[in-house]
């Protein structure tokens, strides 16, 4: 006896040998590749999505062997075939899968732990592709590249649900201990740095605003995002006079050693306040604890707060100020004491921060003291003096330069500037945005996992804990649809 043919798999085998026809036929001598191209991807996402359809009725077709049993171990009766929606990147799917209930018990597919199907109908690659994309680009934008590529619609509000769920397992990724670095390789010197950078928020109400602010209290209208830092790096050894010449844009005295580059960066960004950033920061230091590491180093850029929750959480690094924090001091008493235009101003910044870099600042300090007293200056020029002189003497048991540079440390917070700037400006801080809580540190989350170079380990990671949330600890999570479909063959 002979099966009938599926007329579905029959019009599938036709669907590609048009395709075939369309690279090889005659017509295909008259055409651009631009043309075919476009032809090709189209024609190939309905192909994916007739074949992924005829998996999902192919799967579903039969009945599960053996009993089915609900989470508390009651034995389950069939019930009948339920429908659902696969959401994947070939477009909208439905199918039936057989379903089973008992009274009082919720009814359960088994079909669908199998598959490893979603809470939600989107796919686990629809929701990547889509999350991936968000963490860059503003949700309207993800949207329009959504419908201009693959032709899909999903709301601006279906993209800042998923951002946030799958923001949701990235405190316990990063509780897990990094992968550990060979000594040769990892680096002796393990840094941490932290700064701050607002974020547009949501006003309130305004109901809920005060009539008038008092005085000097500010707009609001921004919450910190108190950004970290964490790596490891090869010494640097450099001199003062090496540091003096980049800092000024100045030609080097010697020729420069090709400088280092962080090892295993981790940037991370929260809005839950300074003491609930340094405490993450310190506990993902404790964990890159292992015999290569000869040095730990704190940088920030003097702000009182910050420098305190450093010392306190990392009683074991060596708190250092920003060189260029402290270079852009001595600008602005430069500015005070000789006007902007001055053609000496740069030459009296270079022997004054030759000074700091060589261990002498408590020097600097004086001979801005003695100006201040001697010389006849307007308040306002004063005030700027002594603001450089105020930083620095509280600064000064941060600023033992000529020690960092012949150990090799790092001075500058280039690396947590830059990710203040990157991970969050560049996201946060487009035109018009404004911000819920939530919302914003979900992009914090996955945009920290995604400038970490993290990405690529977090998704299966988080893809297995959403499987044992839905289906269970114990049961095994398949391949995804996806994987298989996109895994060359052998």
Known sequence: MTSTPDPMIAQLRQEFETLLTVVTGPAARTQTADAVERLLFRRVLALGGGLLTLFFRTRAAARPAGPVTSA???????????????????????????????PGQPVVCPLDADLSLPGRCYSALLREWATYASTDAAYRETQALLERILGLSLSTQALETITQEDAGDVAAFYAQPPAPATP??????????????????????????????????????????IVTALYTIAPYPRTPADVVAALLDEPAATTPVTRPRPIQKEVRATLDGKAAALARLADRAGQRTHAAIQHRVALTDGAEALQQQMTTRLPAFTLVLDIIHATEYLWDAANALLGERHPGRTAWVRRRLEQVLAGQTTAVIAALTKITTTRRLSAPRRQVVERTVGYYQRNLPFMHYDAYLARGWPIGTGVVEGACGHLVKDRMEQAGMRWTQPGAQAVLDLRGVRLSGDWDAYWPWHRQ??????????????????DQALTPAA
Request: charged share 25%.
């Open 184 to 225: 040769a390789a990892g680096g002796t010197i393990l840094v941490a740095q932290a700064d701050g950078k607002g974020v547009p928020r949501v006003l309130p109400p305004a109901a809920e605003r005060p009539v008038r602010r008092g005085k000097g209290q500010p707009a609001n209208r921004k919450r910190e995002a």
């Open 72 to 102: 508390d171990g009651t034995p389950l009766a069939y019930h009948d075939r339920r429908p659902t929606t696969y959401f994947s990147v070939f477009g909208k799917l439905s199918f039936r899968r057989h379903a089973f209930t008992a």
């Open 465 to 482: 804990q959403q499987h044992h949330r839905l289906y269970g600890a114990g049961t095994p999570m398949a391949p995804l649809i996806e």
